[in-house]
């Protein structure tokens, strides 16, 4: 990751719970929240947990917890449950978890939390759907006035599946890429040496670390990874014994992971 990411990320999440705290709302309409949007794969959610170990260390000795909250498990086909579910996640849930100190709560794939309720239509969608995201809304501008010592980290897939209500709260938007050139040769070298560990001719694939970079562009982390394992996969020998592997089968592997990617975005499009 950017390292000029990561500091932008680690600043505005200092400003949320130091301004925020110290001025009125409004004075400084900070409502403590940060989106991370992008392609899956790319280690949202990763950058996340990241993010709050950084915001503990900031805020040692104080007591800090981390809550991640799965979206999917506050949907419920019983009318009104979802919306009750969601008013208590955000008025008693998340600020009991600031209670004498701090909390980091992640809000993992929001579009399923928040979702756009301009695509919505009353025949595809039961409405409690469209009042659970009119309490998100709501319960985030109370949480935001009554609890500043809690710092709100949203991830999404699909930002433009997100109420725009929603987004218009967020303090920053920070759009996570593929990882570039750069951080894919570590992945790869990290993915390598850590099947090395158990096979050590593998090790070696990394002397041609420039090639399998070259293959690899456009590629997010997690087909990255799941890419160089399956070139184990290339012959039942390899399968047998992966210190068998060559830097062509991997290379193979790349490039055809790459392609079927291309070819799931030109029919998704």
Do not use: C
């Not at 991370?36 to 007591?63: D, Q």
């Not at 009104?80 to 004498?100: C, D, H, R, W, Y």
């Not at 399923?112 to 659970?132: F, G, I, Q, W, Y």
């Amino acid at each position: 990751m950017d390292k000029a990411v990561k500091d932008r990320l680690v600043a505005q999440a200092t400003l949320a719970l130091t301004v925020r705290r110290a001025v009125s709302f409004d004075v400084a309409p900070l409502h403590g929240l940060i989106v991370l949007a992008g392609v899956p794969g790319t280690g949202k959610t990763t950058l996340a947990r990241g993010l709050a170990t950084k915001v503990a260390a900031m805020l040692s000795p104080s007591k800090v917890n981390f809550i991640q909250v799965d979206p999917h498990g506050l949907a419920s086909a019983s009318l009104g449950k979802s919306q009750q579910q969601v008013t208590t996640l955000f008025n008693q849930t998340i600020p009991e978890a600031g209670m004498g100190g701090f909390a980091v709560v992640l809000l993992d794939e929001v579009e399923t939390l928040a979702a756009d309720r301009k695509k919505m239509s009353l025949e595809a969608n039961p409405v409690d759907v469209h009042r659970a995201t009119d309490a998100v809304l709501a319960s985030l501008d109370l949480l935001t006035r009554q609890h500043k010592n809690i710092l709100l980290i949203a991830t999404t897939n699909y930002p433009q599946a997100v109420d725009s209500a929603f987004l218009s709260r967020a303090d920053l938007i920070e759009y996570i890429p593929p990882p570039n050139n750069e951080a894919r040769a570590e992945i790869i070298r990290d993915t390598l040496e850590g099947l090395g560990r158990q096979w050590p001719s593998i090790r070696n694939l990394a002397n041609d670390m420039s090639l399998f970079v070259a293959a690899s562009s456009g590629m997010d982390g997690r087909r990255l990874r799941k890419a160089v394992v399956s070139a184990l996969a290339g012959s039942i020998a390899t399968a047998r014994d992966p210190n068998l592997v060559t830097s062509q089968q991997v290379l193979a592997a790349l490039k055809a992971s790459t392609q079927a990617n291309k070819e799931v975005g030109r029919e998704a499009a």
